[in-house]
């Protein structure tokens, strides 16, 4: 573990940190249309540093289409069924992070299908992860692609412009849009296998299934793996209000369970036979808060109370905090990650508890890649915008229902965005520090209304999420066969990626002793020899 952290303890790896899993993918969505307003999501970062320029000003001028786009249309358009049984059905069974079996097996069940060989199942230790790959030919490029899968919680919705029950009822549903964005990707790379079979190009096709983004992506564990090194380029998309590509920043971040362990005693007859674990747990939120003042304006640091005690007239004995650190890059992040272990300890002396520091999860900033942005947003461009009068109308709905303006669906792509920075992070920025990463926006989700609520579920699930997964394989397609055919573009896209790298080699952002995500449930990895010990316990 970075840092000199301990090893998780088994009574401190089962109720107490195993519980809060379920929820811990949910965010609070923010208010778009300021350029100083940026969401996590890389997707909602585009939106808002341009959404409101987008529609209140002139349309860019649109270049005639790149010569692939024709093609990756006709290729996507050969798939467009297993492109959408992808949306369609994972939007239908949506799944939590580091559950997501059905979604998994419906990505691979297209991508077998469609003549992809399945290289890995539970990669790098992620049981719902998958790398999926095709081949022509002898040398040629080698391309990535990086579908999602995971669901968030409470954001299940039906497909109807209004709060109601989706086909799992309101526990869980895809309030960010993976079930489009894996479709898009998984779409977008049994199209380019279609086209290079057709101009006879060597290369290898390969597809990462990349699990639980919402909460310890597999990604890492795929970076720390170097599973990502092999490729000229890795591509993907984010759902969002508006269509666009640029140079886009996103943080670094760690994650930590901080716990303290005191001993418990009746609160009222003898209070003095206790150590308070909560009070431990409050000196450590003290402490945090002093440093605020001697952070960079860069930094970000927040966090929950997971446990603190069972009840008033009982000392608690345990308690426990999760905790998210964000900077500028891998070194701030870490220099905050020691600071704040140093606050867990002191607040332990100070209340006579035991600190546990539990560093679980982290990930690089996003490098950005100015030749594959430029790319991306030349194919964008060449997509058109369009809805029908009753998906504008259903997007004015949800509009209606969340109090926002009713401008309905973006019409037009935004201009090419430089220099946007957010203080979110995301997994993908593992992958950008082992090999060129493109990404761009597409829209899934009326203006004006955030990731992670539930019209996003809800155009998910109709014609507007089925038009995003078609339109965003077509772009993918397109991109990635430039890509495979124009050896000059993978040299300017590889010499970007390592200006912007510098000489920084990689380094995995995992503490070294996290071999699988902490939050992985518990049915994921038992075997009949649990069963067997299990069984013999009382004997």
Known sequence: MHGGGHHLRSRALSPEISRPARGRGARSPLPLGRRDTLAAALGAAFAAAGEARAQNSAAPARADPPLSAAAAARAVEVSRNAILRISREVWANAELGLAERRSSAIHLRELEAAGFR???????????????????????????FMPEYDALPGLGNAAEPR????????????GCGHNMLGAGCTGGAIALKRMMEGAGTPGTVRVYGCAAEETEGAKVYMARDHLFERD???????????????????????????????????????????RSALKAAEMFGIGVQMMREHVLPTARIHYIYEHAGVAPNVVPDFAQIWIVLRDLDRPKVEALTRWVRQIAAGAAAATQTEAEFVHFYGTHDLLPNEPLAQLM???????????????????????????????????????????????GATDVGEVSYQAPVGVFAWPTLP????????????????????????NTARILAAASFDLMADPALREATRADFLRRRGDRSYTPALPDDRRRPLGLPAFMTRTGDDEVVAGMEGA
């Open 118 to 144: 399945v290289a890995s199942r539970g990669t790098s230790g992620v049981p719902t992860a998958f790398v999926a790959e095709w081949s022509q030919g002898s040398g040629g490029a080698s391309i990535g």
């Open 163 to 174: 709060r109601a029950p989706g086909p799992t009822g309101a526990e869980v549903g895809h």
């Open 232 to 274: 000229d380029a890795v591509l993907a998309w984010h759902p969002a209000p508006v269509a666009g590509a640029g140079l886009a920043r996103l943080n670094a971040v760690d994650k930590a369970k901080v716990i303290f362990r005191g001993r418990a005693a009746h609160a009222g007859f003898a209070p003095w036979e206790g």
């Open 377 to 423: 947003h030349r194919h964008l461009s060449a997509v058109p915008l369009e809805w029908t009068e009753e998906e504008q109308a259903f997007a004015r709905a949800c509009q209606r229902e969340i109090g926002v303006r009713e401008a309905g669906m973006a019409t037009r792509p935004l201009p090419f965005l430089r220099d946007i920075s957010a203080g």
């Open 447 to 470: 203006l004006g209304i955030g990731l992670h609520t539930w019209p996003v579920t809800a155009c998910g699930g109709m014609s507007i999420g089925d038009k995003a997964s078609l």
